[in-house]
């Protein structure tokens, strides 16, 4: 199975757009709770990055 830092990656790359988190738990059909700590772990190992307040991206 593949984890949520994965699929939420996965579904930032799909998007080709920043993204919030709440519209990462829409494409994905995570829960915001869950998709809130695999971006914080995201953003803490440097794979995404925010061009815009709230809003991120794969780097």
Do not use: H
């Not at 829960?31 to 772990?41: F, I, N, P, S, T």
């Amino acid at each position: 199975m593949v984890d949520a830092k994965q699929q939420v990656l996965d579904a930032m790359k799909a998007a080709g757009e920043p993204l919030n988190a709440g519209k990462v738990a829409e494409m994905t059909g995570l829960d915001r709770k869950v998709v809130d700590k695999a971006m914080d772990e995201l953003k803490k190992s440097g794979l995404i990055e925010s061009p815009k307040r709230c809003y991120w991206q794969p780097k």
